[in-house]
């Protein structure tokens, strides 16, 4: 990791850290947790009322997110879930319900304070298919082939090494997985330095991948059934948008026969599409 890619990270880190402070620092208040500030854009009011409900207001105050990728990414009973960049849980709270008790919903963050207001808001919750890793999305800790989905909420644009994140996302995957990311996307005329002067990098913008970036990296991690949709617009040219994409199935192989082609293969074959 380059030196401005540690710093950018620690940037991030520092922000994460302090919103998680700023919760905790009000959940005693005598009007609740004061949420962290930000514009229409971006927040816990993109969710459903009836979401929202179903959560602890220290959860919903620490929303930084730019979706809702669990009512999108086909949640069904029994799921494996892992949410990258897991915040104060909002989402790992969400899928949990939605995955039931037979179902486990994992959160994953680099911030050690954004961890322990998680665990503190799936105790609210009486959440106990919930498991939160400490690590980074570039290195997910966890064994190959043991998720189903993965979700995201405005995360994936925060990271100095994309690639890496589109490779272990689809590295942790079960054949046939999928992802269901909200992310801040950029129109594709619009160079680096053109989303560096729309907003910084550590609030969602100046990192944000293009459409055919976004499009071009997770074929080249092997994904398939790739499809970007804009949502609302969070600057000039960005966009909040809905990714969807498949692991491919094991039995989608390279010459018609599943015993001949690893992972590998399958990952070549994505890539050259």
Do not use: W
Request: net charge negative; glycine share 10%.
């Amino acid at each position: 990791m380059t030196e401005q890619s540690t710093d950018l990270r620690e940037t991030v880190r520092r922000r994460y850290a302090a919103a998680a402070r700023q919760v905790f620092e009000g959940a005693d208040a005598c009007c609740g947790p004061e949420a962290v500030e930000v514009d229409d854009s971006f927040g816990s009011s993109l969710y459903p009322a009836d979401d929202r409900d179903l959560l602890p207001a220290a959860a919903l105050a620490a929303s930084l997110e730019c979706g809702n990728p669990t009512a999108v990414a086909d949640l069904r009973a029994g799921d494996r879930v892992l949410d990258l960049g897991s915040g104060g849980g909002i989402d790992v709270l969400l899928s949990a319900r939605r995955v039931g008790p037979t179902g486990k919903a994992y959160g994953l963050d680099m911030t050690e304070e954004m961890l322990a207001l998680a665990l503190s808001n799936a105790r609210k919750a009486g959440a106990t298919n919930v498991e939160f890793l400490k690590g980074t999305i570039e290195a997910i800790p966890l064994p190959a082939g043991t998720i189903d989905v993965v979700v995201s909420n405005c995360v994936v644009n925060l990271s100095t090494d994309k690639p890496a994140v589109f490779a272990e996302t689809f590295r942790v995957l079960v054949p046939g997985g999928r992802i269901g990311i909200s992310d801040v996307v950029a129109d594709d005329h619009l160079t680096t330095a053109d989303r560096a002067g729309r907003g910084d990098h550590v609030g969602c913008i100046a990192g944000a991948l293009s459409f055919a970036e976004y499009r071009r990296e997770l074929a080249a991690a092997g994904f398939t059934q790739i499809e970007i949709t804009p949502t609302h617009a969070v600057a000039d040219g960005m966009h909040a948008a809905v990714v969807r994409a498949t692991k491919p199935p094991a039995s989608a192989s390279c010459c018609g026969v599943s015993a001949c082609c690893g992972e590998g293969d399958h990952t070549t074959k994505g890539a050259s599409r």
